[in-house]
């Protein structure tokens, strides 16, 4: 499978940016889809993950209200769109695919890196104060 990553930019403070990913080589819809960032220095953490169906999102606590993941099985795409952002978003954004299950009476995602098993190259999204 391949996962191609988009973009990403610079944004000033309070601006937004959807960022994209397009999945090639693989069954999509089986699989969870997640955002995982990474910033300078840190640990790469989780964002957001969507469900196969679309039907079921979660978010890291700090980027919820201001983040929104959604995907389109039929093209094979994944996106987040963010808004309200702020310096401390500042990262390299990736997309990746799980084989956990989400939804359908599993309510938390997989939220570990190591839980992910094909990632995007990543994008980098900078937000200035």
């Known amino acids: 499978v391949q996962l191609q990553a988009s973009g990403g930019g610079m944004v000033q403070a309070g601006g937004s940016l959807r960022l994209s990913c397009a999945a090639s080589?693989?069954?999509?819809?089986?699989?969870?889809l997640g955002w995982l960032r990474q910033a300078p220095g840190k640990e790469r953490e989780f964002v957001a993950a969507i469900s196969r169906s679309g039907s079921s999102t979660y978010y890291a606590d700090s980027v919820k209200d201001r983040f929104t993941i959604s995907r389109d099985n039929a093209k094979k795409m994944v996106y987040l769109r963010m808004n309200n952002l702020k310096p401390e978003d500042t990262a390299v954004y990736y997309c990746?695919?799980?084989?956990?299950?989400?939804?359908?009476?599993?309510?938390?995602?997989?939220?570990?890196?190591?839980?992910?098993?094909?990632w995007g190259q990543g994008t980098l999204v900078t937000v200035s104060s």
């Open positions: 080589g693989r069954t999509f819809s089986d699989y969870t």
């Open positions: 990746a695919t799980s084989p956990r299950p989400y939804g359908w009476g599993v309510s938390i995602p997989p939220l570990s890196s190591h839980e992910y098993d094909y």
